[in-house]
């Protein structure tokens, strides 16, 4: 049975910078608040009209084909990772297929937030691993500056996101010593009410015990999208930091050592780190617990924010381009987000 390699890696983000000081012109906040609860500095953000998350996706996905060495012609499989698509339907799958002029090939499409990436790699990890598919296109993009609440009111989810993508190519090698090693996903949704964005939805209320405590009143549930939920913010995303990051902290370092434990290896075996891009305080207690070294972790939250589904393809082509992931390398990919899912991949590059 084929190994699974990445054969071309690329990403993409906006142009437009926007510093932590550009976001007191919207809300009360600070470049000191942000930076301390957050680690991040900037994040970039999609042209108000020329950008969407395909378009982004698209970009990312060519720098990848390019360094593949493969065509659009050549993808016979598409999986694309995003929690804010172009339209609520179609995916983004079809669309990059549109855009790239590709072949009538299956696009399928992953909502899985945060973790978005580690699931797709998984999945195509499966198609390759059979024989199903050669040239499998994996993107991870987001554009979340158009969903985000800019006051006051939203800063403490909305200072933390970007906007930007990722995408690798991923192909069979007959090679045992390289490739995808492992990848282990996981999910509870316990407390999925504790990130997540509730309307415009079609869950009439069905979970208001859990999902509306935080507001004084549930909304109006039997309509798709109602001026009260607007009014009441309840359109953009909600989270409950502190949870989430106790959480995170505990399946971080988890998950991680399952994929080593799998593949018999320790924390000291892994050369490059590369978490999703969540907060820079969670990567810095996730390596303090592994006792990872300063140079066995990537991190760029500081420079784009967390972009979600794209994070950790964005972190992870921005290593190998500075040459701090090389030929032989041991690289942990691993993710924790909405539902809450988490996972991990391990490869050895």
Same mark, same amino acid.
């Given at each position: 049975m084929p190994q699974t390699k990445i054969a #071309?890696? #690329?990403y993409y983000v906006p142009a437009n910078i926007?510093?932590? +000081?550009d976001l007191t012109?919207? &809300?009360? %906040?600070?470049?000191e608040w942000i930076q301390e609860r957050t680690g991040i500095k900037e994040r970039r953000y999609a042209d108000r009209t020329g950008e969407t998350t395909t378009t982004m996706g698209v970009e990312a996905a060519r720098i990848a084909m390019e360094r593949a060495g493969v065509t659009a012609q050549d993808i016979d499989f598409?999986? !694309?990772a995003t929690l804010s698509p172009d339209y609520y339907f179609p995916g983004c799958g079809v669309l990059l297929q549109r855009a790239m002029q590709m072949r009538e090939i299956g696009a399928l499409d992953i909502r899985n937030q945060c973790s978005g990436f580690v699931y797709a790699l998984s999945v195509a990890d499966q198609f390759i691993k059979t024989g199903m598919y050669k040239n499998i296109l994996v993107v991870g993009s987001e554009k979340h500056s158009f969903g985000l609440d800019f006051t006051t009111r939203g800063r403490n989810v909305s200072v933390i996101f970007g906007d930007g993508a990722g995408a690798v190519v991923l192909q069979p090698t007959d090679n045992p010593g390289q490739g995808i090693l492992s990848t282990h996903l996981h999910s509870d949704g316990a407390d999925a009410e504790l990130l997540a964005m509730y309307n415009p939805g079609t869950h009439a209320n069905h979970w208001k015990? %859990? @999902?509306?405590?935080? !507001? +004084?009143? @549930?909304?109006? #549930?039997d &309509? !798709? *999208?109602?001026? =009260?939920m607007i009014d009441d913010a309840q359109i953009f995303p909600y989270m409950d930091g502190p949870a989430v990051f106790k959480k995170a902290v505990l399946k971080f370092p988890e998950v991680i050592m399952e994929a080593l434990s799998a593949n018999g290896l320790q924390p000291s075996d892994i050369n490059m780190l590369i978490p999703h891009q969540a907060n820079l305080r969670i990567s810095q207690f996730v390596q303090q617990k &592994? #006792? *990872? =070294?300063?140079d066995q972790v990537y991190n760029n939250i500081q420079q784009y924010g967390n972009t979600t589904a794209a994070s950790i393809p964005i972190a992870l082509c921005e290593a190998w381009e500075k040459g701090l992931v090389r030929e032989g390398d041991l690289v942990c990919l691993a993710a924790f987000g909405s539902g809450f899912t988490w996972g991990s991949a391990l490869i050895r590059w």
């Open positions: #071309g890696i #690329g926007v510093s932590n +000081n012109k919207y &809300m009360d %906040t600070s470049d598409i999986i !694309f015990e %859990t @999902a509306y405590a935080h !507001f +004084n009143e @549930a909304p109006i #549930g &309509m !798709f *999208l109602s001026h =009260r &592994m #006792g *990872l =070294r300063d």
